[in-house]
């Protein structure tokens, strides 16, 4: 007989709350944790994760007729784990959303589809073969059995295609590590012993990828998986051929834009083998197992972030989540560690390994600081580039080195001004000014960078009909003076315009690893992992657009790109050269940078800077950030926002705001911004509980659902 179950369900929505729904069970059986189901849920159907069995009496207490079946078991899926729930919840916990929003950003429809035409056709082809196979043994004359054997063979093979991995070289050996590098690797084992996560701050080219490798490989010996994340792929193709090598059969790849499809075959690979996969943030949703080892590399950079939609999250923070759930080792990498991070391992939260040397033992590059205002007085400048650095350019090229140059802008210019009116170009959609992009058939047009629109270019202003003229070169004016400067030069321009094509993108870095580029145009992707050894001049022109941003966390950022893109050249055993073309010469950060003070010490500032006006890492900030179509309604509203978070018992908190962002309108909704900085104290998870009830309240009473998000950390 079977009998009637009440269970709760998990949504990939928006609630607070997990629904019941009732099923039922022939005697004794249990309905597991985690098993799918479809439900349906305000009209419509969907797919959840069934996370607890319901007492008959408290399901009773809502009243039976509200409580609605399960329409069907979602055949084919797999469970979803005891872990993969902690980790949703935690996740939730901390960046203040829900349970839900983290399943539907580890479980997005598209994949759950996928999953379930997969699972069907390979059940299909397992269907076609045992009936196959019993054709075979019943056929009576030989030629219908050959022909039987013939199609058997024909869905064997389908199935093998289907699981094809592709073909698998032997693995080879690591090479040794050096002194350094031993020394490290053993300081890391050490914090390993305490369960803490290590923070190894390797200069670059000191050799953490080997270290990382050995570690893996161990822990792969051991039987237990490996979790590595990167902040991009694209910018670790060198990475991952260097991991390719080491684990062939193990290395499964997922990155953020992975097809649905990719998704779901990483999936069910690592339900099933062992595995090192290697992958940006939204692969710590997978459905991890066994999970010994989780590596985060270049752990400082923002790529780690989403901003949106919910989960806001940071890989960086989820990896360590997801790792200690696992009682996995961690391990975070970086030759300019976050602030966040050096605090954590200030308090002793997490251990700090130090790798000071190159391991080809080069010295770091020499450091030159051109002030482009006095330049421009001497009559010393020619377009984007000073005198001096097209000298030292054409050195670099005579002895037959490579150059990188970093322009942080992408586009042809960035700005476009009306010589009559002087009015700037804006998108009518975005308080931001329109970019003039040129498309490789020279045809130019203007492109909005914050809602993405795409308008015509005339060449003229509309208020006024004069005529325009371009300010800001982009990373597309520049690859134009660099070719007609260096007109012998192989020059390549690698930005999110010229990476839209991956193909066409790793081409640009496999050559200029090959050396058949001798000057590569860039944002700061120029400026990210690779190892080019024939690179010795890098550039950054106009750095000041790297430290403009009026924000406590500039600074930081500019320092730890700088530091990065400095990194990149002089990897072998000659020095190579940094110039930087800014008017703001005398800034700290570059200062430091010079030698004058150390990065050391820089950052000893930093903390200093931040812990006496209370921000983060000393604090934790918290952003309320409202969006609103109506500009009053928004100024009244978070107005009133603002005063209800002030009146809502949060302890030592401040509320700073409402303010408006530097871009306050983006496709046409204004943005304000609402800042709450929380101690890091033992009232921190009563103040974020008492922050996002009152904004669950304030949007509801005042009719605004939808309009505040919540941003924790952000960056
Ligand atoms: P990082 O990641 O710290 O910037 P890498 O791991 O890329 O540094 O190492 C820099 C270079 O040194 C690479 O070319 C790498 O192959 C080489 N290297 C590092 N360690 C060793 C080692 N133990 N034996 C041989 N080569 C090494
Ligand atoms: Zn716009």
């Known amino acids: 007989m079977p009998e009637l179950r009440y269970i709760q369900v998990l949504l990939p929505l928006r609630l607070k709350w997990e629904p019941l729904y009732s099923c039922s069970l022939p005697e004794g059986e249990e309905i597991p944790v985690g098993t799918r189901v479809r439900v349906e849920f305000a009209g419509k159907e969907y797919v959840g994760a069934v996370t607890a069995e319901a007492a008959r009496e408290a399901a009773l207490s809502i009243g039976e007729n509200r409580i609605k079946p399960i329409i069907g078991y979602a055949d084919g899926l797999e469970r979803i784990t005891t872990e993969e729930l902690a980790l949703w919840r935690q996740v939730a916990d901390y960046y203040l959303c829900t349970a839900g929003e983290v399943f539907k950003a580890a479980y997005p429809q598209g994949k759950v589809e996928e999953e379930e035409t997969k699972a069907r056709i390979n059940e299909r082809l397992k269907q076609r073969l ?12 030989e030629e219908t059995r050959l022909r039987y054997i013939e199609e058997r063979d024909r869905i064997l093979e389908e199935m093998s295609l ?73 910018l670790s193709r060198q990475l991952e051929d260097r ?45 991890h197992r066994d999970l ?26 989820a990896a360590i989540m997801l790792g200690k759930i696992f009682g996995a080792d961690i391990v975070l990498g970086s030759a300019t560690p976050s602030l966040e991070s050096l605090y954590n391992c200030s308090v002793r939260r997490f251990g700090l390994v130090d790798l000071n040397r190159r391991y080809f033992d080069a010295e770091d590059s020499d450091v030159e600081i051109i002030d482009t205002i006095a330049e421009r007085r001497k009559n010393g400048m020619v377009g984007s580039f000073s005198r001096k650095l097209i000298d030292r350019v054409n050195g670099t090229l005579r002895d037959g080195g490579q150059v990188a140059i970093l322009r942080e802008r992408r586009s042809y210019s960035t ?48 208020k006024c009909g004069g005529a325009l003229r371009p300010l800001g070169a982009g990373t597309q004016r520049i690859e134009e003076e660099v070719n007609t400067l260096f007109p012998g030069a192989r020059v390549a321009r690698l930005d999110s315009d010229s990476a839209r094509n991956r193909k066409l993108e790793t081409g640009i870095i496999k050559d200029f690893a090959e050396r058949k580029i001798d000057i590569l145009v860039g944002t700061r992707m ?22 403009g941003q009026q924000d406590y966390r500039a600074d930081e950022q500019a320092l730890q790109l700088l530091e990065q893109f400095r990194g990149r050249c002089g990897r072998r055993t000659e020095k190579g050269l940094f110039v930087i073309q800014t008017s703001q010469p005398d800034h700290p950060v570059y200062r430091s940078l010079l030698g004058d003070s150390g990065v050391e010490e820089t950052v000893t500032t930093l903390l200093a800077e931040r812990k006496l006006f209370g921000y983060p890492p000393y604090s934790r900030v918290i952003n309320a950030v409202v969006k609103d179509y109506n500009l009053s309604r928004i100024g009244l509203m978070t107005r009133d926002l603002a005063a209800a978070l002030k009146d809502s018992g949060m302890k030592g908190c401040r509320i700073k705001g409402p303010y408006s962002p530097a871009v306050d309108r983006v496709a046409r909704e204004y943005i304000r911004v609402i800042r709450i900085l929380l101690p890091k104290d033992r009232s921190l998870s009563v103040n974020k509980k008492c922050l996002s009830d ?12 939808g309009h505040v998000s919540l941003d924790v950390d952000p960056v």
């Open 526 to 547: 120029v400026a990210k992992g690779f190892d080019f050894s024939g690179l010795s001049l890098v550039a950054v022109l106009q750095a000041d657009s790297l430290l």
């Open 130 to 141: 045992a009936r196959k196979e019993e054709q075979i043994a019943r056929a009576r004359k």
């Open 694 to 705: 009152t904004v669950d309240w304030f949007e509801k009473e005042r009719k605004y659902v």
């Open 415 to 462: 700005m476009l001004q009306c010589q009559e009116c002087g009015e700037i170009i804006k998108c009518p959609s975005c308080n931001a000014a329109l970019s003039l992009h040129k498309k490789d058939d020279g045809t130019e047009r203007l492109v909005c960078h914050y809602c993405g629109r795409v308008f015509e270019y005339k060449g003229t202003c509309s």
């Open 162 to 234: 289907r699981q094809a991995q592709g073909p698998v070289n032997e693995p080879v050996e690591g090479p040794e590590l050096s002194d350094a590098q031993n020394d490290a690797y053993s300081k890391i084992k050490n914090v390993f012993k305490s369960w803490k996560p290590a923070l190894l701050r390797g200069v670059t080219g000191s050799g953490k990828t080997e270290i990382y490798l050995k570690l893996a490989r161990e822990t792969l010996d051991n039987g237990r998986n490996v979790l590595f994340l990167v902040p991009e792929i694209a």
């Open 292 to 317: 010994g080892l989780v590596i985060v590399d270049e752990e400082h950079d923002q790529s780690y972030k989403q901003d949106n939609p919910a989960p806001r999250y940071n890989g960086r923070e």
């Open 243 to 287: 991991i390719r090598e080491f684990f062939p059969e193990e290395l499964q790849v997922v990155h953020s834009a992975e097809s649905a499809s990719r998704r779901a075959e990483a999936s069910s690979f690592i339900r099933r083998k062992p595995y090192l996969v290697l992958g940006t943030r939204s692969s710590v949703f997978l459905p």
